[in-house]
């Protein structure tokens, strides 16, 4: 089994910074893709931030120049570091790891618990 707990969420004033982290832990032989997720309310889950295992990374428009996803391998944890936060930010964040917990199994995806993210004066 694999769990994922994420934490670094709060209330920042508009401009603020807030860094994200995802660590995963349990039956682990290699994590494919590490993305980040955000939902808010009345709003459906969107992709904000991927990385890939070879190191590529993808941005949602909306974060491109502001959010930076990252990861520490040796950690199994991933990071969302977010600059410049706006009110449209606000949302439950999410990570979502792609991670294959064997050799032989195929891969698969795990959600953690979501943690909040106010922007507000």
């Known amino acids: 089994q694999v769990q994922l707990v994420e934490s670094g969420g709060g209330l920042v004033q508009p401009g603020g910074s807030l860094r994200l982290s995802c660590a995963a832990s349990?039956?682990?032989?290699?994590?494919?893709?590490m993305n980040w997720y955000r939902q808010a309310p009345g709003k459906q889950r969107e992709l904000v931030a991927e990385l890939a295992s070879e190191g590529v990374t993808n941005y949602a428009d909306s974060v491109k120049g502001r959010f930076t996803i990252s990861r520490d391998s040796a950690k199994n944890t991933v990071y969302l570091q977010m600059n410049s936060l706006k009110s449209e930010d606000t949302a439950v964040y999410y990570c979502?790891?792609?991670?294959?917990?064997?050799?032989?199994?195929?891969?698969?995806?795990?959600w953690g618990q979501g943690t909040q993210v106010t922007v507000s004066s």
């Open positions: 349990g039956s682990i032989f290699k994590i494919n893709a």
């Open positions: 979502y790891l792609d991670i294959r917990s064997t050799w032989y199994q195929t891969p698969s995806g795990y």
